[in-house]
């Protein structure tokens, strides 16, 4: 279990050995590197996590003034312009949008759920539909560079 034990038991909560937050590679920070295969659509894991109103690296929105803060798993999800999984912060579920194998690391696509990023960024996913930088929902990019203006 990932999770402390005031969050409960579910046996659906992340699982160390399903489940591990790792450095990536020092640049891109840490992320979820996923030890078990899923199929497209599958739960690979329920999450939880504390509700606060403040957007932090490692906060995920829930609704419009509410964001969760899980500091154990979600929260360290890697972004991708081409995801493998879908975080649904109604249901609080994680799912494989696509096959995923065994022993990769996890991405979902932030613009997903964030209206406003913690800090918009510029992407190196290096998926064919990538879109370069990344910024939330419902705010303006503020890349400077993109614009001609650096
Ligand atoms: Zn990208």
Redesign the pocket.
């Known amino acids: 279990m990932l999770y402390p034990k005031e969050y409960g038991d579910d046996p659906w909560f992340p699982q160390a050995k399903d489940f591990k937050v790792v450095d990536k590679n020092g640049i891109e920070g840490k992320g979820i590197f996923c030890y078990k295969s899923f199929k497209k659509g599958e739960l690979l894991a329920k999450i939880h996590g504390e509700v606060t109103q403040e957007i932090t690296q490692h906060t995920l929105q829930i609704d419009e003034t509410n964001h969760l803060l899980d500091l154990y798993f979600v929260g360290y999800l890697l ?4 995801p493998n999984v879908i975080v649904d912060m109604k249901n609080r579920t994680v799912r494989a949008l696509r096959q995923i194998k065994a022993n990769s690391f996890l991405y979902m696509d932030y613009a997903s759920t964030e209206d406003v990023l913690y800090k918009q960024f510029q ?5 064919a ?4 930088w ?1 910024h939330g929902k419902k705010e303006k990019p503020n890349n400077a560079t993109k614009t001609g203006e650096s």
């Open positions: 972004h991708s312009c081409n992407c190196s996913c290096g998926s539909n990538c879109r370069g990344i």
